[in-house]
């Protein structure tokens, strides 16, 4: 029985292939980026070429009721799986790494082990899961959310997108509308490879990185009513511009996040901002903004949306009517300690360079928590790590050290 290795060139292939469907140029850098978002077209394409490769790698698949799809290798005896993988849809700016990584990076762990002829006490099971990104239907990891029970099935079919298509209508356009029971049992551990989506570890010299957690998020959709008006006629002191109130949102974000009353690690964003009728000579009437928040402390997270909710209140008073709806919310997650040890041991013993840190980006790992023994690997990226852009990158040779890692992991928990 010869030593199980990962073929980093057919890791490569792999990513190279996916990133092919939804692929687009990006007008400004002309740089190839990637655009699956959830349960479209490009979507469906991904799924079923990942689906064939399972398949031809001997792997007994199944898809469930919310579209999660779970590749299986047999092991010598009938128990709970090792559970690893990830997510292919992507933001609409995206790479060829986020999430394709981990799934694909699991597939090369089977296909290592089977070239060696390495048999696992314990089954291992590939997975990826539906609309990780939450950049279609508003809630991000959907689909692990409801493999583990935190969304219902049924309010999770009915989430529509911003045209009105429905979950559930566009599982079944796309052919993954499966019959599995949806809720998943608890695996034996589950352990996911992906790419940091930040500067940290890059920054440090660091090869690789232990996710010690993932930190508290909270989305909002922020809707405000003012009036529309004339740009040219209608005095400042006459006017309630939705767009400056829009404005003085973000701006109270940004100084709640750097005024250390929420801590160091405070993050707030506006990723998006719609004002109506978004011409240039008329006062925006509408606004719809995005509100994310992100905090690795709870308490500290709960105190900045109060202080947030009270500001909304106060827009009020000056004649525009808030609302504010809540699209997803997580708090802090912490990651099995012991799954971090076998990770940090493996990463020690093939001499790489690593340093425990908690995500500021959401995972389908995060959802699995809830249900067994869970932790992550961080491969670092390059161009100051960043991620949702045309320009994601972590080398050959960063990618091949975390599957590795990965392999190593997995082997050892598969093991009775």
């Known amino acids: 029985m010869a030593k199980p290795r990962i073929d980093s ?4 292939r792999s990513l190279a292939e996916l990133a092919k469907i939804g692929a687009y140029k990006d007008e400004r850098t002309g740089l190839l980026g990637v655009n699956r978002l959830a349960l479209t077209e490009a979507d469906g394409l991904g799924r079923r070429l990942v689906k064939t490769w399972f398949e031809e790698a001997g792997l007994s698949v199944r898809v469930d009721r919310i579209g999660n799809v779970y590749a ?31 799934v694909l990076g699991a597939l090369e762990v089977v296909r290592a082990l089977d070239e060696a002829r390495v048999e696992t006490d314990r089954p291992i099971e590939i997975a990826f899961f539906t609309e990780e990104e939450g950049c279609r239907f508003g809630t991000d990891m ?6 583990v029970g935190r969304i219902p099935l049924e309010r999770a079919l009915s989430l529509k997108d911003r045209s009105g298509l ?46 010690t957690g993932v930190q508290a998020i909270s989305w909002q959709e922020v809707s405000i009513q003012g009036k529309s008006a004339h740009a040219g006629t209608t005095p400042m002191s006459l006017r309630r511009d939705a767009g400056l109130a829009a ?12 005024s250390g009353k929420y801590g160091p690690e405070m993050r707030a964003t506006m990723g998006g901002i719609e004002p109506a009728p978004g011409l240039v000579n008329i006062v925006p009437g509408r606004a719809r903004v995005t509100v994310d928040l992100r905090n690795p402390d709870d308490a500290l997270m709960t105190a900045a949306e109060k202080d947030l909710a009270l500001f ?40 790489y360079s690593f340093q425990h840190l908690m995500s500021g980006a959401g995972h389908d790992a995060q959802e699995m928590a809830s249900l067994c023994p869970t932790a992550m690997v961080f491969c670092p990226g390059e161009y100051d790590g960043i991620s949702h852009n045309p320009r994601e990158l972590s080398t050959p040779k960063q990618c091949a050290d975390g599957v590795s890692i990965l392999l190593e992991t997995i082997l050892e928990l598969a093991t009775t």
């Open 9 to 12: 060139d057919r890791l490569q």
């Open 72 to 102: 299986r290798r047999r092991g010598r005896r009938d128990l709970e799986p090792v559970l690893s993988g990830s997510h292919i849809d992507s933001v609409p700016t995206g790479g060829a790494f986020d999430g394709s990584l981990g």
């Open 142 to 147: 959907l689909g692990s959310a409801v493999a």
């Open 166 to 211: 429905v979950v559930r209508d566009e599982l079944a356009k796309i052919g993954f509308a499966g019959t599995h029971d949806e809720r998943l049992s608890p695996p034996h551990a589950y352990v996911e490879c992906h790419i940091e989506q930040g500067p940290i570890l890059r920054a440090a010299g660091k090869d690789l990185g232990v996710v």
């Open 247 to 258: 404005a003085r949102i973000n701006l109270r974000m940004h100084e709640m996040a750097v």
């Open 312 to 351: 909304l209140r106060e827009l009020e008073k000056d004649g525009f009517q808030v609302e504010a709806r809540q699209t997803a919310k997580t708090p802090r997650v912490a990651f099995s300690s012991d799954v971090q040890a076998v990770i940090a041991a493996k990463m020690e013993k093939a001499g």
